[in-house]
């Protein structure tokens, strides 16, 4: 058995002894087309019985996935067809450190998990935006509840439920809720039926997640999926803590990161016909014509349709991950994905994620903003310039290596597509192949507007919470 099959065996015996208490969307993604954000408030000098008996029984339900119930990692698994899955409603529950500073307040186990989240909110509470900004003092953000449904109307009735129904019973108050959408290009991508996931630029999003489960695995040596070059595997601890034990049952939970950023599509698009028409008028009439397209390849380090610079323009499949960067690269050194996803030249093929890269992150972001629609597909003729964006969510096991990743595409050449969110005025220049001098311009499509660090606890932290006294 090879080190990366020993780490997927460990993997899913994790999986298989905790997955009824894992939070769903860590391991598997939500699948799920439409999605509401609940930024919630607790009434500190409510009566917390009633609170915890609500979210003890949000968790007991999952057990069966009757009623309203957060989804754990299981229940996914569970839904087997397409009906299924088209009726299934999806439901998180995140607590930010003064969230779950007044659920366990007098509970000192947990102050190792509050104390990362405290620790960790350096780029919250210096020059980055925070959400909680939105509101006074009294009104802290203390948890976020994410909503999934394949029905567009099935979320707001959802949503309204637990508004007026069940928010004002328990001294929960909604603080405000923020929309989001899959959108996909249908004429994009190996699975043309159901189209390729794209963000707002146009671009097939979440590429180069790591690899943990067996389903994951067994795609590899199908279709051309190899990892000879760059090994995605890496093991489940790298994105879950520890939680104190009750009664001596080990449950298990996982940090997130949540970022609202938006997105400046027609800037986007206009800087890249710029470049396209200076490298066409530096080359002779002879010589081929570069378009946009090529040039945001070399922005993002891949093809609209996910595939890498680093692989020929013929494959349609952002799944063909199977590269690094060679000394003579066909991606920029500059290139977002490049800074995003580090595949060093020293990195040794074949050793799994975990000893490629330091800091693994499991990405679930999801856009946000009303885009047109063509023939199923994300118009890209309407270029809109506000309104737009993403929400970055990471898993992690450590929160802070999303700074380290951003920190990373910092230094040297600027993520082009990032540009220096702490600092959006920094200028940036870029070496363009073709262009002569550093071009000026890029970076300043993306905007922070702000964001969280939150904790994601097992479904038997909820259900523990029916016991008034913590059993150790």
């Given at each position: 058995?090879?080190?990366?099959?020993?780490?997927?065996?460990?993997?899913?015996?994790?999986?298989?002894?905790?997955?009824?208490?894992?939070?769903?969307?860590?391991?598997?993604?939500?699948?799920?087309?439409?999605?509401?954000?609940?930024?919630?408030?607790?009434?500190?000098?409510?009566?917390?019985?009633?609170?915890?008996?609500?979210?003890?029984?949000?968790?007991?339900?999952?057990?069966?996935?009757?009623?309203?119930?957060?989804?754990?990692?299981?229940?996914?698994?569970?839904?087997?067809?397409?009906?299924?899955?088209?009726?299934?409603?999806?439901?998180?529950?995140?607590?930010?450190?003064?969230?779950?500073?007044?659920?366990?307040?007098?509970?000192?186990?947990?102050?190792?998990?509050?104390?990362?989240?405290?620790?960790?909110?350096?780029?919250?509470?210096?020059?980055?935006?925070?959400?909680?900004?939105?509101?006074?003092?009294d009104k802290s953000i203390d948890a976020v509840m994410i909503l999934g449904h394949n029905s567009?109307?099935?979320?707001?009735?959802?949503?309204?439920?637990?508004?007026?129904?069940?928010?004002?019973?328990?001294?929960?108050?909604?603080?405000?809720?923020?929309?989001?959408?899959?959108?996909?290009?249908?004429?994009?991508?190996?699975?043309?039926?159901?189209?390729?996931?794209?963000?707002?630029?146009?671009?097939?999003?979440?590429?180069?997640?790591?690899?943990?489960?067996?389903?994951?695995?067994?795609?590899?040596?199908?279709?051309?999926?190899?990892?000879?070059?760059?090994?995605?595997?890496?093991?489940?601890?790298?994105?879950?803590?520890?939680?104190?034990?009750?009664?001596?049952?080990?449950?298990?939970?996982?940090?997130?990161?949540?970022?609202?950023?938006?997105?400046?599509?027609?800037?986007?698009?206009?800087?890249?016909?710029?470049?396209?028409?200076?490298?066409?008028?530096?080359?002779?009439?002879?010589?081929?014509?570069?378009?946009?397209?090529?040039?945001?390849?070399?922005?993002?380090?891949?093809?609209?349709?996910?595939t890498s610079t680093e692989r020929e323009p013929a494959y349609d499949d952002k799944g063909l991950?199977?590269?690094?960067?060679?000394?003579?690269?066909?991606?920029?050194?500059?290139?977002?994905?490049?800074?995003?996803?580090?595949?060093?030249?020293?990195?040794?093929?074949?050793?799994?994620?975990?000893?490629?890269?330091?800091?693994?992150?499991?990405?679930?972001?999801?856009?946000?903003?009303?885009?047109?629609?063509?023939?199923?597909?994300?118009?890209?003729?309407?270029?809109?310039?506000?309104?737009?964006?993403?929400?970055?969510?990471?898993?992690?096991?450590?929160?802070?290596?999303?700074?380290?990743?951003?920190?990373?595409?910092?230094?040297?050449?600027?993520?082009?597509?990032?540009?220096?969110?702490?600092?959006?005025?920094?200028?940036?220049?870029?070496?363009?192949?073709?262009?002569?001098?550093?071009?000026?311009?890029?970076?300043?499509?993306?905007?922070?507007?702000?964001?969280?660090?939150?904790?994601?606890?097992?479904?038997?932290?909820?259900?523990?919470?029916?016991?008034?006294?913590?059993?150790?």
């Amino acid at each position: 058995m090879s080190e990366s099959q020993t780490i997927i065996a460990e993997n899913e015996a994790f999986l298989q002894q905790h997955g009824r208490d894992l939070q769903a969307n860590i391991f598997i993604s939500r699948r799920k087309t439409f999605v509401e954000i609940l930024f919630l408030h607790l009434d500190a000098d409510g009566d917390r019985s009633t609170l915890n008996t609500t979210l003890s029984k949000l968790a007991e339900n999952s057990e069966t996935a009757t009623g309203i119930h957060l989804t754990s990692y299981q229940n996914q698994l569970d839904i087997q067809t397409p009906s299924q899955h088209q009726r299934s409603l999806f439901c998180n529950l995140f607590l930010t450190s003064k969230g779950l500073t007044k659920i366990h307040q007098k509970d000192d186990r947990w102050f190792p998990i509050l104390d990362h989240l405290r620790g960790n909110r350096q780029d919250l509470d210096g020059n980055l935006p925070h959400l909680e900004l939105k509101f006074t003092a009294d009104k802290s953000i203390d948890a976020v509840m994410i909503l999934g449904h394949n029905s567009k109307d099935a979320l707001p009735r959802m949503r309204r439920s637990f508004e007026r129904e069940i928010f004002p019973r328990i001294g929960v108050e909604l603080l405000f809720t923020e929309e989001a959408q899959v959108y996909r290009n249908k004429l994009m991508g190996g699975n043309r039926g159901r189209g390729l996931v794209v963000e707002h630029f146009g671009y097939a999003d979440g590429a180069s997640n790591p690899c943990i489960t067996a389903r994951e695995f067994g795609k590899f040596g199908v279709d051309g999926k190899t990892m000879n070059e760059w090994n995605p595997v890496s093991s489940y601890k790298e994105f879950v803590v520890s939680e104190p034990a009750v009664a001596g049952q080990e449950t298990f939970g996982s940090y997130l990161v949540l970022r609202k950023m938006s997105q400046d599509v027609r800037q986007f698009n206009e800087v890249l016909k710029d470049i396209a028409d200076k490298i066409n008028q530096a080359r002779s009439n002879d010589d081929p014509k570069v378009t946009p397209q090529e040039v945001g390849a070399l922005a993002f380090g891949r093809r609209r349709n996910g595939t890498s610079t680093e692989r020929e323009p013929a494959y349609d499949d952002k799944g063909l991950n199977d590269f690094h960067y060679p000394e003579i690269s066909k991606c920029p050194f500059f290139a977002h994905a490049r800074k995003m996803n580090a595949r060093e030249v020293e990195a040794w093929p074949g050793l799994p994620r975990m000893y490629q890269n330091p800091n693994p992150i499991i990405r679930r972001g999801i856009t946000y903003g009303k885009r047109r629609l063509r023939y199923g597909s994300l118009d890209t003729t309407v270029q809109p310039n506000g309104d737009v964006g993403l929400f970055f969510l990471s898993f992690q096991n450590d929160i802070g290596r999303y700074q380290k990743i951003l920190q990373q595409s910092w230094t040297n050449d600027l993520d082009p597509i990032l540009g220096h969110l702490d600092n959006p005025q920094k200028t940036l220049q870029h070496n363009i192949p073709g262009l002569n001098e550093p071009y000026e311009g890029f970076g300043k499509f993306v905007e922070l507007l702000g964001g969280l660090n939150l904790y994601a606890p097992s479904l038997s932290f909820f259900r523990n919470l029916s016991t008034p006294t913590p059993v150790i």
